[in-house]
């Protein structure tokens, strides 16, 4: 999925855990069903808390992938 | 009805204070109700004019410890009291002062940041606290 296709991006390069997850979290609460996330971060415990965030609050994680330290997250908004 | 995380904050040094802070955020981005009850130490270091300054760390962070957390100061770690406040935005966080630390410490409501909702006892706490966990840190 390309950046085109995201509604919104969220830039959690540098942040510490857990804001990664407050950021998209708080930018999520401004979007509606159906409406794309893409996150990237650095903090290497996001990859298993995305995945775990996605499975409690039902926002479907679509994409998880990692490039050396960078993560990068596709989320759809429930 | 999901069960909330009661935390009880004893402790007002920053190395706790941030700990905490992370549990709290994270419980409310997952929609997990939090209830935070602050007592002595903790207290103290959310009164308005205390809130920002240096709170030291707990004992065992020794001098190493010091140089690893200035370390993720300085590589713009939130402060502990700024990851509250987005955990409030983000969620349903109730953060009470322990009315008898209140006592203890000389400090009135209007002495305490706007992050802090109000003031209760140990009944009202337990109260809330329903069937949740209850972490004293």
């Known amino acids: ?78 | 009805m999901e069960q909330p995380l009661n935390l009880v904050l004893f402790s007002g040094t920053d190395d706790k204070l941030q700990a905490a802070s992370v549990l709290a955020a994270g419980a409310a981005a997952i929609g997990k109700p939090v209830h935070v009850f602050l007592q002595y130490w903790a207290l103290d270091a959310f009164r308005t004019d205390r809130i920002g300054a240096d709170h030291g760390l707990a004992p065992e962070a020794g001098a190493e410890g010091r140089l690893a957390v200035d370390r993720m100061a300085r590589a713009g770690q939130t402060p502990w009291h700024e990851t509250l406040r987005a955990a409030k935005d983000l969620g349903e966080v109730d953060i009470e002062a322990c009315s008898l630390s209140m006592d203890l410490l000389g400090i009135e409501e209007a002495d305490l940041d706007p992050l802090v909702d109000g003031v209760e006892g140990v009944t009202a706490f337990y109260d809330s606290a329903g069937d949740g966990q209850v972490l004293f840190i």
């Open chain 1, 1 to 78: 999925m390309g950046d085109d296709q995201a509604t919104l991006v969220v830039d959690a390069r540098g942040l510490n855990c857990p804001m990664p997850i407050v950021r998209t979290a708080q930018a999520m609460k401004a979007l509606n069903p159906g409406d794309i996330v893409e996150v990237t971060a650095t903090d290497p415990g996001s990859v298993r808390d995305f995945a775990a965030w996605s499975r409690t609050t039902g926002h479907a994680l679509l994409a998880s992938s990692t490039d050396g330290g960078l993560f990068r997250f596709v989320l759809r908004h429930k």
